[in-house]
C-alpha cells in the first residue's frame, strides 16, 4: 500500500485508517480527540487515490458539509484503507500554509468557507454524538485507549523531530523564517589567532638561616612601695587588705571624785 500524505510516502496496509497510519510514521495530521471525529482536526483533503478507500461513516457524513465531501474531504481517524494502491492525501495545516504563500488573499475566503461548513453541520453532528454516547460507543477502556495511543502518536512526532533537529519540528513555515534569516546582512566577524610565548622560569633555592636567641631581661625591683590611694582604679587589681585581730582589751573603770 502506498500512502502519501503531504508529499511524504508514508507505510501503510490495508485496513488501517489513514489517521492511525499518520500516527505510526508520524505525519504531521492531528489527532486530538483520539479517532472519535469530534475535533476534526485530522481533516485531509484527497488529492489521489479515493477509491482505495472505504465509504464515508456515519461521522463523516455527520460532520463533514456537502462542499467538503465534494472537494475529497475525508476525516483521517475514519477513512480506512480498503484496498491497495495509491492514496495521496493533504492534511488542513499544509493546505493553509501553501494557500498563504501561492495566494494569501485566498487565506480569506478559505476560512470562511470552513465557518460556513461547521455552522452548518453543527445540528447533525451534536445528533450523531448524542446518538453514540447513548450507544456507549463513546466511553470504556477502549475510548481511554484511542486518547491513549493519540498523546502517545504526538509525543513520538515531537521527539522525532527533535532528534532529526529544529527543521524537522512540525512548525509552521519553518522553512520561510529559516530562509528569511539566512538572508540576514549579519557581519562576518574573524577574530584573530595568537599563540602566548613559552617562559621558563629559573631554579632559584634561597639560603636557609635562624633567627638569634633573644635575652631574658628582668626589671629591678622598686626600694620604696607606692602610698595606698583613698581610692580604687578600675583598671588596678583590687589587694586584699590583711586582716585585724583584736588579741587584748584592758577597759579601766574609775569612781567619780567628790568635790
Do not use: W
Amino acid at each position: 500500500m502506498n500512502l502519501i500524505i503531504n508529499d511524504k510516502t508514508t507505510q501503510s496496509s490495508v485496513g488501517q485508517t489513514v489517521g492511525k497510519a499518520a500516527r505510526l510514521n508520524h505525519s504531521h495530521v492531528g489527532y486530538v480527540c483520539g479517532g472519535h471525529g469530534l475535533c476534526q482536526a485530522c481533516y485531509v483533503t484527497v488529492q489521489e487515490g479515493a477509491e482505495c478507500l472505504a465509504p464515508l461513516t456515519d461521522v463523516e457524513k455527520a460532520f463533514l458539509s456537502p462542499r467538503q465531501i465534494a472537494a475529497g474531504g475525508r476525516m483521517a481517524c475514519q477513512a480506512t484503507i480498503a484496498t491497495e494502491g495509491t492514496v495521496k492525501v493533504l492534511s488542513r495545516p499544509e493546505e493553509v500554509r501553501r494557500i498563504v504563500f501561492s495566494n494569501p488573499f485566498g487565506l480569506i475566503a478559505y476560512a470562511a468557507d470552513m465557518g460556513k461548513d461547521t455552522a452548518q453541520q453543527i445540528v447533525p453532528g451534536v445528533q450523531n454524538l448524542i446518538g453514540r454516547i447513548q450507544r456507549g460507543e463513546m466511553g470504556g477502556k477502549e475510548a481511554l485507549g484511542d486518547m491513549m495511543e493519540s498523546i502517545q502518536g504526538a509525543a513520538g512526532l515531537v521527539i522525532e523531530a527533535i532528534q532529526q533537529g529544529p527543521m524537522a519540528l512540525p512548525i509552521p513555515f519553518k522553512e520561510q523564517i529559516a530562509d528569511v534569516i539566512s538572508k540576514l546582512p549579519l557581519p562576518q566577524i574573524s577574530l584573530p589567532t595568537f599563540s602566548l610565548p613559552q617562559i621558563t622560569l629559573p631554579n632559584i633555592s634561597l639560603p636557609s638561616f635562624s633567627l638569634p636567641q633573644l635575652p631574658t631581661i628582668s626589671l629591678p625591683q622598686l626600694p620604696f612601695s607606692l602610698p595606698k590611694l583613698p581610692f580604687s582604679l578600675p583598671f588596678l587589681p583590687q589587694q586584699a587588705e590583711a586582716p585585724v585581730t583584736l588579741e587584748k582589751v584592758t577597759i579601766t573603770v574609775q569612781p567619780p571624785v567628790k568635790e
